[in-house]
């Protein structure tokens, strides 16, 4: 299982970014994927999940309405459209997803909101 994470970097407030993270080395479609971040001195946190066919769960009260996960099988792909970037919104980005009970990561992408 690989995961690898891109598309971060500098926003500003009110800016947007859009992360990706290319899958391989398991049957994609077949499987729920997350986006989790980490703040510099507190816990990753959830930022959303999606199911095999599409359905969304924002998990994080703090990005509905900004953020918008989706997935694209036919690429093994799945990506985080960040809206209305917000200073706290900085944090590594983390692609994540669980086979037979095990959480995989990626190697993670930092995300600055700052001007």
């Known amino acids: 299982v690989q995961l690898v994470e891109s598309g971060g970097g500098l926003a500003q407030p009110g800016g947007s970014l859009r992360l990706s993270c290319a899958a391989s080395?398991?049957?994609?479609?077949?499987?729920?994927m997350s986006w989790y971040r980490q703040a510099p001195g507190k816990e990753r946190e959830l930022v959303a999940t999606?199911?095999?066919?599409?359905?969304?769960?924002n998990a994080a009260d703090s990005v509905k309405g900004r953020f918008t996960i989706s997935r694209d099988n036919a690429k093994n792909t799945v990506y985080l459209q960040m809206n209305s970037l917000k200073p706290e919104d900085t944090a590594v980005y983390y692609c994540?997803?669980?086979?037979?009970?095990?959480?995989?990561w990626g190697q993670g992408t930092q995300v600055t909101v700052s001007s």
């Open positions: 999606i199911t095999t066919t599409g359905g969304s769960i």
């Open positions: 994540n997803t669980r086979l037979s009970f095990h959480d995989y």
């Open positions: 080395g398991f049957s994609f479609s077949r499987y729920y």
